[in-house]
């Protein structure tokens, strides 16, 4: 700004004015005195002028501030009225508004380029997604939005802005809860990094969804991500399973990182709000995104049967159920419907009110596989009578009749379910095509409609419409549903027919359900086939009575008596496939035989076809328990029947069972399966339950077998009855002596409970419980001789080994087993209290030591466990360390932090370490792990005891050679260092954490090819440089003993390769160990160290364990050969992650800055003897690495504010400022603080960079590199009296840039410019001023030079302007001796032919080096692909690469030469005959390729450029061109006006007007031209071998020439001719080219045309000329003696025929008649040698016709026998004319 705008110069104008404002935009500070603004700032004005605003900051950021007064625009600013109020200044200041209008505002305006792009499908999805924001904003801003809706809104709002993001491809933040954007300064350092990977996670998720993705209008495409091979994908198997588990474990490791339910520790209630995004598929419609991760959300169906529109004609029952087809069982009851004969329910009351909910789905249920099936029964007659009229005697049996099925979750097309909103269906009704498939028809249905069956045993009804209902998915507990809506509650509930997974502890259920399978029928006098009804009731088996109402078909209507089952008609065999339910009274707790005197009683009818009569003719019973009381097993049951009881009475079945008469071969199936939480049916469990009754003490038999096979238990019984058993076992075991088998039974049993309901391998099934272990513990539990019994089984394990099983299970059950022992031992003081009558107040462990000492055993036991080097204890080992962690907490009411910090640290060192055990190792990290995140590591006390421990086992891991395994120690530490950031803040715990400083480091290092993980270390890095204070920081480096190598101090080595590996970090693509192309290179040499960052800390590993190796350095190099110009792109971190990113920068600015202010103090330091006087010595290559480190920080593209979105710009700026002046800053005192004299140390490694700073943008960044360049300038000349030093390394540098195409543009300009101003305004105009502006002249013509190639692209369009821009910047760089960038630019120029495919020009362009050394042993410089050698060895390779190029490009006879020049070598100077013999081979076979191969060689094309629109590089010129092989004018012509889009091609080959010549535009003028001699340019008679085959003549008559020839035929008269060959001129045209072609380059300048014109005569003896030395060609070709048997004859046929029928036609004849007259001559006395020359060729070339009809007899084939014989009449015919009338021409 200038003016104004900088702020200044405001005193005059000023009004005042008292008002309140809001910031609507944000506002960078300029200028002096200006105020920075974010938007929603709330600012205070004072006065105000006609643009600008005078006041200060009330708030910012939502919060007050101190007074920062200032202006700031008035455009900025929203003026607020009086009266408003704060409610409304706060909405204004929300920070979720704040960031929707942000977004609105900046990706709002991308709709216009979409809508012009045509991009319609991106136009519509962001349209929506803004548009959806704009309506929560509204919502939001709504007055009479409830603050809990308006703060779920903002929480979407915040998800919504991030999907946006995503989509958009633009930067990623994540965010507290209170919506602000997390930072370091609200978050901790490390939560903020794992919530990015939170946020990573999610969207990966996420994004396995289709989703139209937004194009980032206006930027290129990002690269893709993620596409990186693991460095371990090249293991062997075993490796891979290994690297797997190991993976594994540091995924659990960085879970526990995060927090349990994804929230990264120390956020204090900071959390990302983006909601889990939905998976894929069916699984979609269940997520709810609401519990923790895994959490099982429980579903249900409710269940609207809307309208019947199917016509029965009888009182119908509907039955609905849900059956999973992939098990072919049913997994609800049954709701029942009654309905009329009309499609009307019978009781009207219930209209609109048939709705059931089938409870307790899960994900697991809900899955394709889940079909709703209703089965419609009919009330009437056997048979369906079709007019639907019933009498008065009208039967009422149970009739199949028809089946329907939906599939509840669709794979095609629109949704089923949808939850919590109601989606109507209506369903086609079919009937089986057989009564007897009623049972299965379900499954048919399914298997042919839905599954692609192709058979089908049922037909739709006619004329129906189905069945419609409404389906809504309910998601949640229904109690809490019928809360917030009641008339859930009054709706019949369809239970599950199990106890489903999932439910809470205090669910109770008590039902049996029977399922009617099917019978085997006999024939009798009554019926041979019977229509058999099953009638079931249930009977008191002691007094035989009925049991009343305890039975039904389904819900929705009453119990009743007696059911009966559908009548099957005709059938022997029936199958029913029906389930009815006992419904029994619930039993009171410890009634576990309520169904021991229960018996079903099964009563066979046969009904009547007619009428409604039925005679029963059999009898079943089933006792619904066994003989010791536990209900019947769940199983299929065979009734037998027997002969009906004539006296009806109903006990007869007890009275008289020895007399009942058994129906043989009869029998019924019943299939019973028990669902209840109050009874069992396990033998086992009722014998535990009842173990009082069977001997008092436990002594029974049965209760030991039960024990023995509590382990067969299935687990849902132990579930049911988890109290009563757990008591029951706890009695048992000290009811029985402690050494009794009874008691280690029991103790197992006990740990067989916990492991059920605690193993996570059940997948949660029955982990549920775990509260209810909690809650019977804390209030049941009160056993107070229990933990006596537990110590001593837990002791008897742990003393013997061999039993390894037991010890692994006991340690997987040590949370609760230390519970039980705890809450018994205070249990235990407690009665004791009160027994001796002492006053309780609360339960105690008491102050008697025996307690602690026992369980000090049992720990000393573990130690011994863990030391014990067994291979078969590694199972209970990693055992342990998995479960020691969990008693922490209960240890903690028995010991104080530093007792049990002491336990932990013993046990952690009893702990063996080797490589190999790798198991152990795992779990040894876990739980370092679990211990940091516990609340012990925060107690300062125990903490001083674990630290020491803590980090001796990490520094051990650190040195691991399993990348992994280094992995998850870093993890761990970033747990130690978010722990004393955010909840310890003690900054003195850092010093311990410091000495792992050097394995931090060194796992960047060695984790830098690990793509996937490589982030960790490296935030861990950065971690520790920015969280650790400077004074610690220093007391360590000061800490840091010498190295023991002479004076180099192992500190100063271990600062130069971190400095080393910041830049790695900061500049290197990510994963990657390759310096990135915008790095500048380290300054330091990289010379072999101690240094714990090239190798791993050499201090001895635990239990002696051998250290890996070291990895290779870090890339570092001299600062003269630095890689790249540009700014480096590449990112700490996801180059979207901005937040970290800038933090890591942030980072590295601190660690730098102090690192400078440390050094500069030593150095000022009296007497420090700081030695810079070798680049080898250790001070050095320290203070050189350090400048490295702040110039690549300078050059950082992410730090560039000039260059980001507004949004990116303000969010940056506002957190971080402009870093880049910082280091800018410290550049400038670093360098100042050196004396002249070391300065000039320095010099050859700044000149470059000095001079790279002023290629940069920023014009303070240019700056620093003018003040740098001019200063090195100065400080040689002052201290030499000469520039040599900063002279050379400029032209190296511009150089280098150049050949890099990094010259920015007009960089020259501002160079020459710049520097200039510098020297001319010195005081005094000194030998510097006068050497410097010498310099600056000698070099502008090389900038010139370099800036011509800079500038010019690098596609192929620009091939030839770059080869021309790079030869002349060869020629300048030959001429003044630069022979190191000269090569450098001639393997550029290889590359660039090579790359065309101009293998020719390519390979001359390498002799090019090859000229500059000469056939001796001087040893020369690498380059490029070339390293160390003698000049005869380059030289050598030189040939031998530029042979291998002129055979790639079929320029044989070039490649020859070199080897001719290479045998001189080989055979008379170094007598290598074995490369000779090789060489004289390769000579072979490309003289045979001469011979045998047909060579095409290119076209050359004359080129003109007309016209003002060309610059001065073709205004003007013309030149030839080299073409392509087999390349005609069309397609080169294409090919050139992709450089020349806009030129008129002139299609004519005339010379242009002067107006096309001198105009405005672009015109080019091309046609092609033929290669041509001097001697055929100068008139000379041109000499050729006659004997030289065309293949070789071809070679030299179109390679190696400067001289080129377009003819045009043309004519001096106007007049017509009876022979048109008598003034037929031809116009030769001679094109003089400045180079030969082929050569370096595919074009060459003309510099001179010659124009010749030919006579009609002359043509003539061409023409012969030319015909008759193809028909010379021909004739050697065919005639040759090894001409094969099968060669192609037809050429030579063509040839012939063709030269005959022009003999004989015109021709020969013309020109005899023509030019053989005296008449002729006569004309033309001057021509008289031309006539002879024409006579001759005449007679030459019919003699050779004459040979070559000879041969062509010889060797064509019988199928051309006639046209040869036409063709020697022919010749006959015209020799005999010639000899009549030129006879000549034959003497």
Same mark, same amino acid.
């Given at each position: ?60 950021? !939502? ?36 960031? &929707? ?118 930027? @290129? ?27 594994? #474990? ?119 596989? +889940?079909?709703?099936? +209703?089965?419609?029964?009919?009330? !009437? ?189 005709? #059938? ?153 058993? +757990? ?496 280091? @800018? ?11 002249? @004299? ?57 150089? #280098? ?18 520097? !200039? ?113 003698? @000049? ?111 030129? /008129? ?53 179109? /390679?190696? +020439? ?48 010659? &124009? ?22 021909? &004739? ?65 070339? &019919? ?45």
């Amino acid at each position: 700004m200038s003016g104004k705008s900088s702020g200044e110069g405001h005193d005059g104008g000023w009004v005042p004015l008292s008002h309140k404002g809001l910031a609507i935009h944000f506002f960078t500070a300029g200028g002096n005195y200006q105020v920075s603004l974010n938007i929603g700032d709330l600012v205070q004005i004072e006065e105000h002028t006609e643009d600008w605003y005078k006041g200060y900051l009330i708030t910012s950021k !939502g919060t007050m501030v101190q007074k920062r007064r200032g202006i700031f625009p008035k455009i900025y600013v929203k003026l607020l009225d009086p009266g408003t109020s704060p409610a409304a200044i706060a909405i204004d200041q929300d920070v979720i508004l704040n960031q &929707i209008y942000q977004v609105v505002e900046e990706w709002g305006g991308r709709f216009k380029s979409l809508y012009r792009d045509n991009r319609m499908g991106q136009f519509n999805s962001l349209k929506e997604r803004v548009t959806l924001l704009l309506e929560m904003r509204r919502q939001i801003l709504s007055p009479t939005t409830p603050n809990e809706v308006r703060d779920a809104l903002k929480n979407k709002a915040v998800s919504k802005i991030d999907e946006l993001r995503n989509l958009m491809g633009t930067d990623i933040t994540v965010h507290t809860l209170t919506g602000q954007i997390a930072d370091e300064a609200n978050t901790g350092v490390i939560a903020l990094y794992h919530l990015h990977l939170q946020y990573d996670e999610k969207e990966k998720k996420k994004n396995k969804t289709p989703m139209v993705r937004i194009v980032n209008v206006g930027a @290129a495409p990002a690269p893709a991500k993620g596409m990186h091979m693991s460095s371990q994908s090249s293991l062997p198997l075993k490796a891979k399973k290994k690297d797997d588990q190991w993976r594994k #474990t540091v995924a659990l490791a960085r879970q526990q990182t995060i927090g349990a339910k994804g929230d990264a520790p120390g956020l204090d209630g900071l959390a990302s709000p983006t909601p889990t995004p939905n998976g894929a598929g069916y699984n979609s419609l269940l997520d709810t995104g609401a519990g923790a991760k895994g959490a099982e959300v429980v579903q249900h169906i409710l269940m609207d049967m809307k309208v019947l529109m199917v016509v029965v004609g009888d009182n119908t029952e509907m039955y609905f159920s849900l059956f999973n087809a992939a098990t072919s069982r049913f997994i609800s009851e049954e709701y029942q419907v009654q309905m009329t004969g009309q499609g009307m329910p019978t009781d009207l009351g219930k209209l609109g009110k048939l709705k059931t909910i089938f409870t307790n789905l899960t994900s697991r249920d809900i899955t394709p596989d +889940l079909y709703l099936v +209703l089965r419609l029964v009919r009330r !009437g007659n056997m048979a369906l009578d079709a007019s639907g009229k019933k009498g008065p005697g009208a039967a009422n049996f149970r009739r199949p009749h028809a089946c329907a099925v939906l599939p509840l979750v669709a794979k095609f097309g629109d949704a089923v379910l949808v939850p919590n909103k109601e989606v109507e269906h209506t369903i086609k009704v079919y009937v089986p095509n057989q009564e007897s498939n009623f049972a299965t028809i379900h499954e048919s249905i399914i298997k042919n409609n839905f599954q692609g069956g192709k058979t089908a045993p049922f037909m739709e009804i006619p004329n129906s419409k189905g069945v419609c209902l409404g389906l809504t998915l309910l998601q949640g507990d229904l109690a809490v549903l019928g809360e917030r809506t009641p008339e859930l509650a009054e709706i019949t509930r369809s239970e599950r027919t199990e106890i489903p997974d999932f439910a809470p502890p205090l669910y109770q259920r008590h039902e049996l359900y029977l399922t009617l399978d099917m019978a085997e029928l006999v024939k009798d006098k009554s019926a041979s086939v019977k229509n058999c009804q099953v009638v079931f009731s249930l009977r008191n088996g002691e007094t035989g009575e009925a049991i009343r109402d305890c039975l039904s078909i389904g819900r929705g209507e009453g119990r009743v008596s007696e059911v009966e089952s559908i009548v099957m008609q005709h #059938t022997n065999t029936p199958h029913w496939n029906e389930t009815f339910i006992v419904s029994l009274p619930h039993p009171t707790p410890g009634e576990l035989d309520q169904f021991k005197s229960i018996i079903l009683v099964a009563q066979l009818y046969h009904c009547q076809e007619k009428g409604t009569g039925r005679e029963e003719f059999g009898q079943g019973f089933l006792k619904l328990s066994k003989d010791d009381g536990s209900v019947l097993d769940d199983a299929v049951h065979t009734l037998s029947t027997f002969k009906p009881n004539v006296s009806r009475d109903p006990f007869f079945f007890l009275k008289e069972e020895g007399k009942l008469h058994v129906r043989k071969g009869e029998s019924i199936k019943v299939r019973s399966q028990l669902t209840s939480t109050c009874v069992t049916s396990n033998t086992y469990v009722y014998q535990l339950l009842r173990w009082k009754r069977g001997g008092g003490d436990g002594s029974s038999p049965l209760i030991e077998e039960a024990l023995k096979r509590f382990t067969f238990i299935v687990p849902a019984e132990i579930t049911n009855f988890l109290k009563e058993i +757990l008591d029951s076992i706890f009695e048992l075991m000290i009811a029985r002596p402690q050494e009794s088998s009874t008691t280690l039974l029991g103790y197992d049993a006990i740990v067989f409970v916990i492991n059920l309901l605690m193993d996570e391998r059940t997948k949660g099934r029955y982990t549920r419980l775990g509260p209810v272990l909690d809650l019977y513990i804390s209030s049941s539990f009160r056993s107070k001789d229990a933990h006596k019994r537990l110590i001593a089984c837990l002791k008897l394990y742990l003393q013997d080994p061999s039993n390894l099983s037991k010890i692994i299970n006991t340690f997987k059950a040590l949370a609760y087993l230390f519970k039980f022992i705890i809450a018994s031992r205070l249990e235990f003081n407690l009665q004791s209290k009160r027994s001796s009558g002492v006053p309780v107040s609360g339960a105690d462990i008491g102050e008697d030591d025996t307690f602690k000492t026992d369980l000090l055993d049992v720990f000393k036991l573990f130690n011994d466990l863990m030391r014990n080097p067994a291979p078969t204890l590694r199972g209970p080992q990693a055992s342990a360390l998995k479960n020691i962690s969990s008693i922490f907490p209960d240890l903690s009411k028995i010991f104080n932090p530093v007792e049990l910090a002491g336990i932990i640290t013993r046990f952690v060192e009893a702990i063996q370490y080797s490589p190999q055990l790798e198991l152990l190792n795992k779990e040894k990290l876990l739980l370092i792990n679990r211990i940091v995140c516990s609340p012990i590591f925060l107690e300062n006390t125990a903490r001083g005891h674990l630290m020491p421990t803590l980090l001796a086992q990490l520094s051990t891991h650190l040195r691991s050679s399993h990348h992994l395994e280094i992995l998850q120690s870093i993890l761990i530490l970033c747990v130690m260092l978010n722990a004393f950031q955010t909840k310890i803040r003690d900054p003195a715990g850092y010093a311990g954490v410091l000495t792992l400083f050097p394995h931090v480091s060194y796992a960047v290092k060695v984790l830098r090819d690990d793509t996937e993980n490589y982030s960790e270390p490296v935030m861990c890095l950065l971690a520790l440089l920015k969280l650790t204070p400077s004074e610690q920081l220093e007391k360590y480096l000061d800490s840091v003993e010498k190295a023991g190598r002479g004076s180099e101090n192992k500190k100063t080595t271990f600062l130069i390769e971190l400095f080393n590996l910041l830049q790695h970090i900061m500049c290197a693509p990510r994963g990657s160990a390759s310096t990135s192309a915008g790095t500048i290179a380290p300054l330091a040499h990289s010379t072999p160290s101690t240094s714990s960052v090239t190798s791993p800390p050499q201090s001895p590993p635990t239990n002696g364990a051998t250290p890996p190796p070291p990895p290779p350095p870090m890339p570092a190099a001299n600062f003269a050969n630095f890689s790249s110009f540009s700014l480096n792109t590449n990112t700490p971190f996801s180059e979207r992650w901005v937040i970290l990113n800038m933090f890591a920068y942030g980072a590295v600015l601190k660690f730098t800055s102090h690192m400078a202010s440390y050094l500069t103090a030593a150095y000022r330091k009296p007497g420090s003897n700081i030695d810079f006087s070798s680049p080898e010595t250790p001070d050095y290559r320290l203070w050189a690495a350090l400048f490295s480190t702040a110039l690549t920080f300078m050059k950082i593209g992410q730090l560039g504010l000039e260059d980001f979105p507004a949004n990116r710009r303000n969010l940056v700026h506002e957190r971080y400022g402009d870093m880049r002046r910082e280091m @800018a800053s410290l550049l400038h005192r670093l360098w100042t603080s050196l004396s002249n @004299a070391h300065k000039l140390c320095f010099l050859p490694l700044l000149v470059g960079p000095a001079i790279q700073l002023m290629m940069l943008a920023p014009p303070f960044v240019k700056d620093l590199g003018v003040d740098l360049y001019y200063n090195l300038f100065e400080v040689e000349m002052s201290e030499t009296n000469a520039t040599r030093v900063v002279e050379a390394q400029t032209i190296d540098t511009l150089d #280098t840039a150049a050949y890099e195409a990094s010259l920015p543009p007009n960089f020259n300009t501002f160079f020459v410019s710049k520097l !200039g101003e510098r020297f001319a305004g010195r005081k005094t105009q000194d030998e510097c001023a006068r050497k410097g502006s010498k310099f600056l002249a000698d070099i502008t013509y090389l900038l010139e030079l370099l800036m011509a190639l800079s500038v010019l692209p690098t596609t192929p369009q620009y091939e030839e302007d770059r080869i021309v821009a790079i030869v002349k910047l060869m020629d300048y760089l030959h001429q003044t001796e630069r022979y190191d960038s000269y090569l450098k630019y001639v393997h550029m120029l290889e590359s660039i032919h090579t790359a065309g495919g101009n293998f020719g020009e390519a390979g001359f362009t390498v002799l090019l080096h090859a000229a500059l050394l000469e056939w001796d042993d001087t040893p020369v410089a690498p380059i490029g692909m070339f390293g160390r050698d003698t @000049a005869r060895a380059r030289k050598d390779k030189l040939y031998h690469q530029a042979i291998d190029y002129f055979d790639k490009g079929k320029l044989w006879e070039e490649a020859i030469k070199l080897i001719k020049l290479l045998r001189q070598q080989y055979e008379h100077r170094t007598y290598d005959y074995t490369k000779l013999a090789d060489l004289l081979e390769l000579q072979a076979g490309l003289v045979k390729k001469i011979i045998a191969v047909n060579r095409f060689f290119p076209n050359y094309f004359r080129v003109a450029y007309y016209g003002k629109g060309f610059d001065s590089k073709y205004f003007c010129k013309e030149f030839v061109y080299r073409g392509y092989e087999l390349e005609n004018r069309p397609e080169f012509v294409q090919r050139l006006q992709t450089r020349f889009p806009s030129a /008129n091609i002139l299609v004519h080959t005339n010379v242009p007007t002067e107006d096309i010549q001198k105009g405005e535009g672009q015109h080019i003028q091309v046609f092609q031209v033929n290669p041509a001699t001097q001697e055929e340019r100068d008139g000379l008679e041109r000499h050729v071998n006659a004997d030289m085959p065309a293949t070789i003549a071809s070679y030299y008559q179109t /390679n190696i +020439l400067n001289v080129f020839l377009y003819s045009k035929p043309f004519r001096k008269t106007n007049e017509k001719v009876v022979n048109e060959f008598k003034d037929l001129w031809v116009r030769d045209t001679f094109y003089s080219t400045s180079l030969t072609l082929p050569g370096i380059h595919r074009r060459a300048e003309i510099i001179k045309v010659d &124009i010749v014109e030919q006579s009609p005569i002359h043509n003539a003896i061409n023409a012969l000329d030319k015909k008759k030395t193809e028909i010379h060609d021909n &004739i050697k070709k065919y005639g040759a003696v090894n001409l094969p048997a099968d060669v192609n004859t037809s050429p030579f046929t063509m040839l012939m025929k063709g030269i005959i029928d022009a003999a004989v036609n015109g021709g020969l004849v013309v020109y005899r008649d023509l030019f053989l007259q005296p008449a002729y001559l006569k004309e033309n006395p001057d021509h008289g040698r031309e006539v002879d020359k024409l006579r001759v060729l005449l007679r030459e070339h &019919i003699s050779m016709m004459e040979r070559g009809l000879v041969l062509h007899g010889r060797v064509s084939g019988p199928q051309m026998v006639s046209l040869h014989d036409l063709m020697e009449v022919q010749f006959k015919d015209m020799k005999a004319d010639f000899t009549a009338k030129a006879p000549e021409i034959f003497k």
